[in-house]
T-cell receptor, first 114, second 113 residues
Framework: GNSVTQMEGPVTLSEEAFLTINCTYT??????LFWYVQYPGEGLQLLLK?????DKGSNKGFEATYRKETTSFHLEKGSVQVSDSAVYFC?????????????FGTGTRLTIIP | AAGVIQSPRHLIKEKRETATLKCYPI?????VYWYQQGPGQDPQFLIS???????DKGSIPDRFSAQQFSDYHSELNMSSLELGDSALYFC????????????FGPGTRLTVT
């Protein structure tokens, strides 16, 4: 079956630090990959996506590249802000399974200190 | 832009009671997904509907049922509630042709006492 393994948190960084949150996946087909962000008390927001190998998703200064050879989709940001504090979920959907349900990683709680 | 609407936002029920959660997808979206997120957990897929038909089923207990109506809104019915059902329930909607992109609602927080 499909699975997503995500860097465990919590992660605490100072403002303007470089961020990497690791994500690797296992899938039977060629999945689409996503990063979702969940701010306190809110729902999940799609942060970025990539649907095929070597695609780079980017949004709000965050980037992640779909690496088929290493089955990875690591999230990066060059300079984090206090407002980036949230829980980040890596997820995949596998069209070869005939549906688009999302399989999530366990989430990484990120706290940015001023 | 219109977003996914879920109601109620908060719900408190006692054990063995029933609960109904509602989801109104983004206009023109034809697919609805339900997820359950326990405290400190990742969201787990429950069930999905496409064009009012069940399209996939995940780890949904037999005590739960769901349907999608002609106006595409969906309801999740939960009976014989247990303490372990306390969680955040998310609905997400998507559009055929771009079904891999799911837009989530704010969630319904269900507390079973």
């Amino acid at each position: 079956g499909n699975s997503v393994t995500q860097m465990e948190g919590p992660v605490t960084l100072s403002e303007e630090a470089f961020l990497t949150i690791n994500c690797t996946y296992t899938a039977t087909g060629y999945p689409s990959l996503f990063w979702y962000v969940q701010y306190p008390g809110e729902g999940l927001q799609l942060l970025l996506k990539a649907t095929k190998a070597d695609d780079k998703g980017s949004n709000k200064g965050f980037e992640a590249t779909y690496r088929k050879e290493t089955t990875s989709f690591h999230l990066e940001k060059g300079s984090v802000q206090v407002s980036d504090s949230a829980v980040y979920f890596c997820a995949l959907s596998d069209p070869q399974e005939g549906n688009e349900k999302l399989t999530f990683g366990t989430g990484t709680r990120l706290t940015i200190i001023p | 832009a219109a977003g996914v609407i879920q109601s109620p936002r908060h719900l408190i029920k006692e054990k063995r009671e029933t609960a109904t959660l509602k989801c109104y997808p983004i206009p023109r979206h034809d697919t609805v997904y339900w997820y359950q997120q326990g405290p400190g957990q990742d969201p787990q897929f429950l069930i999905s509907f496409y064009e009012k038909m069940q399209s996939d089923k995940g780890s949904i207990p037999d005590r739960f049922s769901a349907q999608q109506f002609s106006d595409y809104h969906s309801e999740l019915n939960m009976s014989s509630l247990e303490l372990g059902d306390s969680a955040l329930y998310f609905c997400a909607s998507g559009m055929s042709g771009s079904r891999w992109e799911q837009y989530f609602g704010p969630g319904t927080r269900l507390t079973v006492t």
